[in-house]
């Protein structure tokens, strides 16, 4: 099974764009989990046991975890592993951001892929399509490309003129034209920017897109819904992280979540 | 002491621009260390053993320890430890090309000056200065952006005409007149276009370059070595690694390559 089909199941059977973003932070965690010995996977499983049928997809971010060294990565394959043999239906993207050249890129492939099992990598475009060869091989694995981020600075380049039009229109253009043989491409768009999520559903046609950026952020979601769902109300994978996972009630601020965005759809 | 100051010294002290990539790749080991309890760190070790006195700087790149989970990190970061204390005056730049918002990045900072304690580190600019600034805060780090890479495809984007001149001269130019407000920016720019290095050299004044694309990867020295020095004949940091690392005598070969940019100088 691809990644895209497992997502259309998790889609169809919890009827829900929504993401969790497991952006752990082990500074933030409850205090009743500090003591564990394993606080960031021991906080994650309680986070998955309550929001798995409530969700399309789970995404932890690399960085929390390789912050601390080994005892990070160790928890980060734990809730891998959980997540993949406890909720066989729902897929875990690897929010890594990662992109080498070619022959180096192979050594993420076994990381993310052997290692941790999971469904789906985020990667830079910056060195082009060559360089990300190693993972658009992964024809049943998502490879999500950054477009245009949902950070303030993003303008900086991905709005910069190419040929006349933005370069991150472009990026989107190459991924989707050139890039998307096996069908495993996906893009990243931030729901910060609803007019730019719009224009780059014009040039994508139904490919799904992952979407930061709801929540902490502060993406505008009623906006972001409409500007973004294909032609078959759905792909998008809408994530937030902080706003639900360090809730009070974090089964009950997603459940809200997936409500509203499926009030949108 | 900043990263410019350490490497100056190396530069000075081993009379070397030649910096040694740890692209320990398990699979390329030789068969005596593949039976080691620590392979990569063993392997590492005794490269660095005979390399030191040679080099300006040591180059491990996280994928090649990330392939193997927390078993690669623990070696990334015995290696890293074993430069640290053994060759107090050797740089260790972590290539890790990391890229995440800022928010996110402070999870690499912690990782790659905290865990690792290595002195420099590579990273993507496609998120802008706004998400790189967890990164240009380290003052005495050295924050290396990517800018033209050494891979064949590096084109796609990098070379795209934005407002009259490529991509990759304007990220330079944004680096040199905003980002480097700490003076710990540089710029990885491939040996394997030499002519686009004499055009960023022409932009950057002094800064230095990581210079990745000897060896394996084909680049010309000679041409590489008169674009790509600055006005004090040094500004370059011009990597080589599995053309070193994979030799029959590492050492042999490191002293020759050593040799042979100061030739060119």
């Known amino acids: 099974m691809t990644f895209q089909e497992k997502l259309d199941l998790a889609v169809g059977k919890n009827n829900s764009l929504l993401c969790v ?26 986070i998955v046991d309550q929001t798995a049928d409530l969700v399309c997809a789970f995404k932890p971010n690399t960085a929390f975890y390789e912050a601390r060294g080994i005892r990070g990565i160790e928890e980060l394959k734990l809730t891998c592993d959980y997540i993949r043999t406890t909720y066989t239906n729902v897929p875990i993207i690897l929010d890594a951001k990662r992109g080498d050249i070619g022959n180096t890129n192979r ?6 892929f052997e290692y941790l099992q999971a469904d789906a990598i985020t990667v830079h475009p910056y060195l082009g399509q060559e360089a990300v060869q190693p993972f658009l091989d992964q024809k049943a694995k998502g490879i999500i490309i950054l477009c245009r981020t949902s950070n ?82 759905k792909g998008m994978i809408i994530n937030a992280g902080r706003s639900i996972i360090f809730a009070d009630n974090p089964k009950m601020e997603a459940e809200k979540l997936r409500d509203e965005i499926n009030r949108y759809r």
Not at 199 to 208: H, L
């Open 21 to 46: 973003g497991l952006d752990s932070d082990i500074e933030k965690l409850p205090a009743k989990f500090k003591s564990d010995k394993y606080p960031q996977f021991t906080f994650n499983k309680w």
């Open 107 to 112: 050594g993420y492939v076994k990381f993310v």
């Open 152 to 233: 303030p600075g993003a303008k900086e380049f991905q709005d910069l003129p190419v040929t006349g039009e933005p370069l991150y229109k472009l990026v989107a253009k190459n991924v989707i034209n050139n890039w998307n043989k096996n069908g495993n491409c996906m893009l990243v768009v931030g729901a910060t920017y609803p007019e730019e999520l719009a224009e780059i559903r014009k040039i994508a046609g139904d490919i799904t897109f992952l979407v930061p950026g709801i929540g902490a952020q502060g993406g505008d979601l009623e906006k972001t819904v409409q500007a973004g769902l294909n032609s078959m109300k």
